[in-house]
């Protein structure tokens, strides 16, 4: 008899019982136990991260894929591997004091991205409009606009929840590097450059993509 209220035994911490409900059953079991691949364990969704964050081929399914990323899935996934691969937000506050911890601002997430080796998630735990305040012109994201340097997932929770704001002073965001961003649930804003005063994407290689997003 199917039971749509049973969560496997392994998922018995309540984070991990929350990563169950809301995006393994929704978004992965139905075809993974038709593979064979039941995801009975938290550490068998490990290897979500990658193949949903950095090669975008999960979910497989188109209709699959276009509802998880209209939900809350994709924050509840990123949010398991926090302090790794995912650097989440706590203060709308421009701040820089180069660490990324309890305390964190969206340009010290963007800076612990930039400084990690592997494919990065920013997410936002609070919500509301984070202006940049801090003046200044260079291109390692210490002052002014925000530096993306490496390839990153920015991941709002909406364009009413999580608006970046250039503080009409300076552009927002400053894609170089040859950086594959994605921008996801996002509303930018209050740019102020002479090109690209949301969002400037330069460098060879470089590739921004937009997604339920506003510039």
């Excluded at 064979?36 to 964050?53: C, H, K, M, R, Y």
């Excluded at 936002?124 to 993306?148: I, M, V």
């Amino acid at each position: 008899v199917f039971n749509d209220d049973y969560v496997p035994a392994a998922y018995s911490a309540p984070a991990d019982q929350v990563l169950y409900n809301l995006v393994v059953k929704p978004y992965c079991r139905g075809c993974h136990m038709a593979q064979g691949f039941d995801l009975e364990t938290p550490s068998q969704i490990n290897s979500a991260f990658a193949a949903v964050f950095v090669s975008r081929d999960m979910p497989h399914a188109q209709l699959t894929n276009h509802r998880f990323w209209s939900s809350n899935g994709p924050f509840y996934l990123a949010r398991r591997f926090a302090g790794t691969k995912t650097f989440v937000v706590t203060k709308t506050a421009d701040a820089n004091d180069g660490t990324c911890d309890a305390d964190c601002s969206l340009r010290e997430a963007v800076a612990a991205a930039n400084a990690n080796a592997d494919y990065s998630v920013i997410i936002f735990e609070a919500p509301g409009t984070f202006t940049l305040t801090l003046g200044g012109n260079d291109d390692n994201n210490a002052a002014g606009d925000l530096d993306l340097r490496t390839d990153m997932t920015i991941l709002g929770n909406s364009i009413w929840a999580t608006i970046l704001s250039g503080n009409n002073t300076d552009r927002v965001l400053h894609i170089q590097n040859g950086a594959d961003v994605l921008i996801q649930n996002v509303q930018i804003t209050g740019g102020n450059a002479p090109t690209g005063g949301g969002v400037l994407v330069s460098g060879n290689g470089s590739l921004l993509m937009l997604n339920h997003s506003v510039v």
